[in-house]
């Protein structure tokens, strides 16, 4: 699979479970604390705060997943 194949598998993994593609480049523990932190961000949609925290964070997380370097 080439480089470009790999960034887009991590990117779309990412689009629908947060920090799956940072898992998936080899990247474990990355991945395991954005998704914790992405669902701490989604539970604080309730309290308002996650209205505007959890899109910024979702976004940059999928630019990371895109960018990271595969182990």
Known sequence: MQKDDK???AVGASFFI?????ILKGHIG????IMITGFLLF???F?????ILYPLFWAVQL?????????
């Open 7 to 9: 960034n887009m598998l």
């Open 43 to 45: 539970v604080s949609i």
């Open 63 to 71: 630019w990371d997943a895109y960018n990271l370097e595969t182990k």
């Open 30 to 33: 990355r991945g395991i604390g």
């Open 18 to 22: 947060p920090g799956l593609g940072q």
């Open 47 to 51: 309290a308002l705060i996650g209205l």
